[in-house]
Each structure stands twice: as C-alpha cells, then as structure tokens.
C-alpha cells in the first residue's frame, strides 16, 4: 500500500464515519467565528434549543465590519449593519459562553491572523470558520478550510462537519528564492502558472525547498491563498519552523502535554511514497516580484514585464475575460506594468498584515515619502497583538513619517466592508488576495502585490521593481 499524504493523515485521524455515497463526518478540533457569517448560526441554534457541543473549541473575533479608526464600543460604528454585526457577535458569544477577543481587546484581528497568533491553532488539527481564507491555517499542518453558515450551525451543536474527501495535489516549489522575491510573489507566480481552477476539488500540500526556506508567516500567506487557486485547503507538513513558532502560544499545549504533542506533529509530513493526484513543479528561480493586472488573482505578470496580448490567447472563454477585464480596469494590453498609475495602497488583510509584512514595508518607506499622486496609504496590521508589536519596533513612526496612514486592526480595504475603500476608477497597490470587480469599492482597481512592492508603489506613484530600489 503506497504510503499517505499529509492530507491522508489529517483525515484519516478525525474521520467519525464513511458513507457508502463518499461523505463523511469528520471531527472539528477548532471552530473560528466572526461576526459576518454565525449571526443566522447561533439564531438557528437558539431556534432549536440546542448548545454548543464544545464550548471551549470555538473561539471568536471582530474582522470585517470594524472601523479602523480608534472606537470604544458598538455604538459608535456609523454603518447599521456593521454595527448590529459586531453587537450581535458579542450578544450571542456571551449568551452561549465562547470565547471572543472583541472591542478594545489587543488580541482582536482577522479571524486568520488571530487564530494561529493565540496557539488556537496548531499542526494536526481540523480548523473551520465561516471565511475561505481560513486555509491560510494549514500552514500550521492543519485541514483547515472555510464552511458556510449552516455548517457553522451544524459545527456548533455537533462539533463534525459532513465532508468529501478532497483529491491531494502537491505543488513543488524548489529552489532559492531570488532578493525581493516574497511569499506573495510565490503564491501569485503559482496561481498565474495552475489558474483559479487550477486547484479545484484538491487539497494543495506546498512543497519543496522554496516552501520550506519561508517563515511560517510566509507559509501562511501561500496557504491564504490556496484558495484562489481553486482549492479548499492549503497546507504545508511539520518542520522545526512548524514546531518553533507554536511554543509558547497562550492556547498551544504546554508542560508535560508539549513533548507528547510535539511528537506527534513530527508525523504530519507526507511519506515518501505517497501518492498525489496532482503534482506541479516550480522553479523558485523563474519568480519574479509578481503584479496582477485584471480581475482574477491569475491575470498576473512579473513586475518588469508587459501586459499581455488576449488575442494570442487560444481559449475563446480566457480571452473574452481578459478584454473585459481591460476594460475594466481601463488598461490596455502591451503597456508595461511601471507605466500604470497607483492611486491608493493598502497594505494590510490576513494574507500580508503580519509583523514580517509590515517589516517588509517599513524598509521600503524608510527615509522616504508617499508620492504626491497616491491618495492615501493605509497600513492596517492584523491584529492588536502585531500593532503593539510593530509600535514597539517603531514601525508605525517610520510609516507615518512616509506619508503613510496608520490604522487598528481589521479586514479594511480588503473588501470594502467599512469605510476604507476605493472611489471608482481609482488603482490600488493591495496587499489582499482578491482583485475582482468592486472588490474594494464600486468600480474600485485593484492589483495583488507583495507589502515591499505595496510600498514601493506609494512612494513612486506607480509600479516599480523593489529589487532596483537603492
Ligand atoms: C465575509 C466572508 C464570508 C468572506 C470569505 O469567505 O472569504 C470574506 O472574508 C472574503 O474575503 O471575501
Ligand atoms: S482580510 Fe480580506 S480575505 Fe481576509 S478574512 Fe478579511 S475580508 Fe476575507
């Protein structure tokens, strides 16, 4: 028998039953929460009179709807559906006794950044929220993916979720990553080379030496946006960078409980004979500082580069995507990627709002200014836990001496949820992980860079390779 994946191994330790029509129930280990997607869970939990079935294995935060300007309770946020979102989050974790990092709480940030922050994640568990991006978790070694909001409500009350087993799929990428070349780019290049769909109906284990040599923050933000690679789960097996960033996590086990855990995750690597369904290999060398030019996460290019040609693509369905998406972002094929102008830059969202992220682009702004053209720089870190940690590193001062804006934690511009987003026709450098239209804001442009790129764009007003900046 060949040997098992990584994703074999995770499924197979929570699987509760197997149907003969392919279903299963598996086991939930950990249920993340936020506001937009559990208020109708917990209502149909009310409805029906039923309780959690593990209190203790959910934890909640604030995300989307936060302002990012300072504020003190519910009350004071102008939006009434942001508003009753985030009250009912609070009424309903209180009522049901979850745990939730709520307003004025420094651990309060993107559900995907909090998580693994508070050791609320670690390898070998089942991680679900009611949020796509909750694969940015399977960094950690874990099958972590997103749900709807039935599925939140049936995870509540029973603590499984009825699944199908994914296919495996691994992509490989080997080699040394070249300077200025960042996790960001990694995951950009591999989704312009697979496509959105490129992933679907997988699990994507990343491999290869390139994976291993990132931090696991790096590992986070490739994991983020397996998703937009079309697949549910991205993961990346257990290594010493694994095990060394969970020690010492309040929520990550501790004392006796460590060893025996720590022993255990040293098994979730892939064997050497298993077999995936898929295998894509990467050269870490053909990886440039990436940029995506349309609106879809795979219309991108390698900063230097131009746009290119739809009428030298074969697929009529790809070809008619990439003119409307000309179109819309008011673009046209041939210009090189420098030459389009950067209106606004938000740096920020649970695929680049780390503490390495916003290092990256402190050392970009660093003794320089936002250009006069760009509108506004937004710097929205991921949670309070990386604020404070940014504040003491002096970062938000080199951000605001830039030009820079600096913000409390939240989703932001990422989609637009609260005040922060962009006018129509407006281009932005963006951090985030998706690009389609309105994404942030009616009629808004958006181009998926990495936070160094992000950065670099505010201070010259357009594209610039970060690897030619003195
Ligand atoms: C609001 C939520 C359901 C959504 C998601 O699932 O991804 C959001 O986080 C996003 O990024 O579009
Ligand atoms: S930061 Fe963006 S992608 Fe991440 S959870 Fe929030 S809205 Fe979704």
């Known amino acids: 028998m060949a040997g098992k994946t990584l994703y074999d191994k995770l499924w197979d330790a929570h699987l509760v039953a197997q149907r003969e029509d392919g279903s299963a129930l598996i086991y939930i280990d950990r249920h993340i929460i936020h506001e937009v997607t559990s208020p109708q869970a917990f209502e149909g939990l009310r409805l029906a009179g039923r309780q959690p079935w593990r209190t203790g294995a959910a934890v909640a935060t604030i995300d ?3 302002p990012t300007t300072p504020f003190k ?22 009522e049901f006794g979850i745990t939730e990092f709520g307003i004025g709480d420094v651990r309060q940030g993107i559900v995907h950044v909090m998580a693994p922050e508070q050791g609320a994640v670690v390898p070998g568990m089942t991680v679900v929220c009611g ?24 995870v509540l009350a029973t603590q499984t979720l009825v699944a ?49 040599s990132l931090s696991l923050e790096g590992r986070m933000t490739v994991c983020n946006m397996a998703i937009e690679a079309g697949a549910r ?28 855990a720590e022993a255990y995750w040293r098994t979730l690597v892939s064997d050497d004979d298993a077999r995936f369904d898929t295998v894509v290999e990467i050269d870490a060398a053909d990886i440039s500082p990436q940029v995506s030019w ?29 003119l409307r998406a000309y179109e819309y972002m008011g673009l046209k094929p041939g210009i090189k990627v420098g030459d389009i102008p950067v209106d606004r830059v938000f740096i920020g969202s649970c695929t680049n709002s780390r503490i390495e992220d916003l290092r990256a682009a402190a050392d970009v702004a660093k003794g320089r200014k936002k250009a006069d053209s760009v509108k506004q720089v937004l710097v929205v870190p991921g949670s309070g836990l990386v604020k404070k940690q940014a504040e003491q590193e002096g970062l938000d001062k080199i951000f605001i001496e830039a030009g820079f804006e600096w913000r409390e934690p939240g ?8 005040p922060d987003r962009l006018q129509p026709g407006e281009h932005c450098a963006s951090t985030s992980n ?10 808004g442009r958006t181009h998926l860079v990495s936070p160094a790129m992000a950065a670099a764009a505010a201070v010259a007003g357009h594209f610039v390779d970060v690897r030619e900046l003195g």
């Open 233 to 260: 789960a991205g993961m990346v097996a257990v290594d010493d960078v694994t095990v060394d960033y969970v020690k010492g996590r309040p929520m990550a086990p501790s004392g006796e409980q460590w060893a025996q």
């Open 164 to 212: 199908k087993k994914m296919k495996n799929m691994q992509v490989k990428v080997e080699g040394d990553l070249g300077p200025g070349v960042t996790a960001k780019d990694v995951v950009l290049h591999i989704i312009g080379v697979i496509g959105t769909a490129g992933g679907t109906g997988h699990a994507i284990e990343f491999a290869g030496s390139a994976i291993r």
């Open 411 to 418: 989703c932001s511009m990422c989609l637009a949820m609260n």
């Open 131 to 154: 949020d796509s991006h909750t694969s940015t978790n399977g960094a950690l070694a874990c099958l972590a993916h997103g749900i709807g909001t039935s599925e939140v409500e049936h």
């Open 434 to 443: 998706r690009n389609f239209e309105g994404r942030q804001g009616n009629g």
């Open 73 to 94: 309770s519910a009350a004071d946020i102008t939006d009434e559906t942001s508003r009753i979102q985030v009250q009912t989050l609070q009424d309903n974790t209180r």
């Open 294 to 322: 349309g609106t879809s996460p795979e219309m991108v290019v390698a900063v230097n580069a131009s746009l290119p040609d739809p009428q030298a693509e074969n697929d009529e369905v790809k070809r008619s995507g990439m």
């Open 64 to 66: 989307h709807n936060v």
